[in-house]
């Protein structure tokens, strides 16, 4: 008889090569799960899958439901990762006791972020103008839920166009998405107002914005617009987009190009990863046979 | 053929039944996977309802849950006896499936946790509800209630959305008695089969599937409006409640089964506006039931995640509910400001709304619940 641990796999991979559709996987762990409550393997693997795709009250409940079962370590961090990922920060307060150690701080954490929520939520009831969603907008991008804080930040941007606090965030938000396109026209609106435009960050991401959509619709070779556009994010100060276009780089060269590697090495260097960058500047020196100044600013971090 | 050879053929094809119907059983037992809602059944005075004392589990898209009901065929906490005569007050809930709760353990629906709240209170709640309920429902089943099982409540609290709009044109057809409800579980004998022979399972599950295809593909039009698409037990679920509806153009057109839209689109308004009527009669029978019996009866309209982004409290659908309650002296409850406020929207539909659906997760029905409490009194 199969055991229910396999019956998961078999689901897994059945939805894999879209035998079925992922609700049909979830219904079938379901299925298993309720059979096997005691099994920990079933009920992690059950339960993460069942937060990534947008069940994560559910899975909250699940816990609630049992107030006097003890969590181990793997159900705190299920448990926490369902609050965050479903925004269950409400529900923070109902475990307070059941968590320990630095899940604990964890979750009052999470507590407090719902503070906060309440808090902004106050601000916008009181006064619902642009500063208001401008300054919940910019709580979600904290949050990293992009898509919420979008719908702030536009209605801020609505009311009071050019308004600078929004138009940056909302910049942020676009350029991490790489949607330089909408920054531009965004940002051109705005290029009479010399409250928005006299910002630093103003002239920096236009530039930016403008200068990777003209890369876009260059003709140039791929790897000579992923190797520039890299090299323009991580000197706006967008580390985490020039390391992924660094990554496109690498795997597309297959590790040989020496300046591709340097280019790694410099953007870990920046984002303080002192590890990750000597490696990379390493192997670029030994694949060129030419030592750089760069190697020497690493073996100087702390 | 002689006497003898007839008893031997007679008796060969009574052995071959015999054995038929035992491999029948035992295949349907070691084969019939388990259904998840073999307890909703249909009834002759409202059109269908729910099976009594029941202990089982439902299933809603990818969420299973336990589902029980009590004596009076109603979902409930447990599977228990309610007598029809309480000294403490009674509010009956009637409503849909936001009211029933699908997809959630009963706990944490809007109305167990009335419930709960109520007891402190001295006071019970019953819920009605079931899915696909809407005024024509509200009102056969309540006078059914009252009038001929006798029981006995004080206030009755409909719960309405945008739904009841095509419900009520579904359910014009249907007449208490002499409609056949459709493809339910229906006598016990069908229902015995349908659980237990393989053969009588298969052949309805091939009827059923052909259906839900059928159903699908208009869905699948629609999804190119919406974007979504509701799961295929949720699909199979939803074309029984269309049964006794036999106008096969408005089924088949995409619109008719996007009926959160149908007050937004002039196009479309005329349709609402046949919806909302029919709803208004209904109800107004159901206030007159509740006035000849000194039964208060509260009504509230609660808004779908469309809604939500469309971000008005007072739309078409609510001021015309409210407009009628008004006439009618019925209370009228606008769960609107509970879903749409200084919130952002996108925040509720992402905490409040079961993944894709319109429906309430736990986070949403504890909203209701505590929008609704104060008029726990």
């Known amino acids: 008889m199969e055991n229910p641990e396999s019956k998961m796999q078999k689901l897994a991979n059945k939805y894999k090569n879209k035998e079925i559709s992922n609700s049909q996987m979830l219904f079938g762990m379901g299925k298993i799960f309720r059979e096997n409550p005691d099994n920990q393997v079933i009920r992690y693997e059950y339960f993460q899958k069942m937060i990534i795709s947008g069940y994560a009250s559910h899975i909250v409940h699940c816990y609630l439901d049992q107030p006097g079962k003890s969590l181990t370590v793997e159900d705190m961090e299920i448990l926490l990762f369902a609050l965050q990922e479903g925004n269950h920060y409400h529900l923070a307060e109902k475990f307070t006791g059941r968590f320990n150690g630095k899940y604990q701080a964890k979750l009052l954490e999470a507590a407090g972020i719902n503070d906060s929520l309440l808090y902004y939520n106050n601000l916008v009831k009181k006064n619902p103008d642009a500063e208001a969603m401008q300054k919940r907008g910019k709580f979600f991008t904290r949050l990293n839920a992009s898509d919420i804080a979008n719908i702030d930040l536009d209605k801020s941007i609505r009311l009071n166009p050019c308004n600078p606090g929004a138009l940056f965030e909302k910049a942020l938000l676009l350029i991490n998405n790489e949607k330089t396109k909408e920054v531009t026209e965004m940002l051109e609106k705005c290029n009479q107002n010399n409250e928005a435009t006299q910002l630093e960050w103003f002239p920096v991401i236009y530039n930016l914005a403008k200068e990777v959509e003209s890369l876009k619709k260059s003709n140039l070779p791929k790897k000579e617009i992923l190797f520039n556009q890299a090299n323009l994010y991580i000197n706006a100060g967008f580390p985490e987009i020039a390391l992924q276009k660094s990554k496109e780089l690498l795997k597309a060269d297959g590790n040989n190009n020496p300046d591709y590697l340097a280019l790694q090495g410099f953007i870990y260097f920046k984002m303080n990863n002192k590890e990750l960058a000597m490696h990379y500047v390493s192997e670029a020196e030994r694949i060129s046979g030419k030592k750089s100044k760069l190697s020497s600013m690493i073996a100087k971090m702390e | ?377």
């Not at chain 2, 094809?13 to 059944?41: H, K, N, Q, T």
């Not at chain 2, 906490?77 to 709760?101: F, N, Q, T, Y």
């Not at chain 2, 606008?334 to 919130?343: G, K, M, Q, R, S």
Request: hydrophobic share 35%; net charge negative; aromatic share 12%.
């Open chain 2, 1 to 377: 053929m002689s006497l003898k050879d007839k008893r031997f053929a007679l008796l060969t094809l009574l052995l071959l039944a015999v054995v038929f119907a035992g491999l029948d059983l035992i295949l349907g037992f070691m084969l019939i996977p388990e259904s998840y809602s073999s307890f909703r059944i249909k009834n002759k005075i409202y059109h269908h309802g729910l099976e009594k004392n029941v202990s089982a589990e439902a299933a809603w898209g990818p969420l299973i849950y336990n589902f029980y009901t009590n004596n009076l065929s109603f979902r409930d906490e447990a599977v228990r006896d309610i007598p029809l005569r309480s000294e403490k007050k009674r509010i009956m809930i009637m409503g849909d499936s936001h009211s029933e709760g699908v997809g959630i353990e009963y706990p944490y629906t809007f109305a167990g946790r009335l419930q709960k709240l109520a007891v402190n209170k001295d006071i019970e709640i019953l819920n009605a509800s079931a899915v696909s309920y809407s005024p024509k429902i509200h009102y056969l089943k309540g006078d059914y209630l009252l009038n001929k099982t006798g029981l006995e409540v004080d206030e009755i609290w409909v719960t309405i959305d945008i739904s009841d709009l095509q419900n009520e044109i579904a359910y014009q057809s249907f007449q208490p008695g002499k409609t056949d409800a459709g493809g339910f579980s229906g006598t016990s004998i069908k229902r015995f089969l349908q659980k237990r022979s393989f053969s009588y399972y298969t052949l309805d599950a091939i009827r059923k599937n052909k259906e839900t295809d059928s159903m699908n593909e208009t869905l699948l039009a629609l999804k190119n409006q919406t974007g979504s698409l509701p799961d295929r037990n949720a699909i199979g679920l939803y074309k029984e409640f269309f049964r006794t509806f036999d106008n096969e153009e408005l089924l088949k057109n995409p619109d008719f089964h996007g009926v959160s839209e149908w007050i937004y689109r002039t196009q479309l308004r005329e349709l609402a506006d046949e919806g909302l009527q029919l709803g208004f009669q209904n109800i107004g029978k159901l206030n007159q039931l509740c006035s000849e019996k000194n039964i208060r009866l509260r009504l509230s309209v609660h808004p779908w995640q469309s809604q939500v982004f469309k971000g008005d409290t007072t739309d078409y659908y609510v001021e015309s509910w409210r407009e009628f309650c008004r006439s009618e002296n019925i209370d009228f409850i606008n769960l609107y400001p509970a879903f749409i406020n200084e919130e952002n929207p996108l925040w509720i539909a992402k905490t409040c709304y079961i993944e894709g659906d319109n429906h309430w997760n736990e986070t949403g029905h504890e909203r209701v619940a505590g929008f609704l409490k104060k008029y726990i009194e």
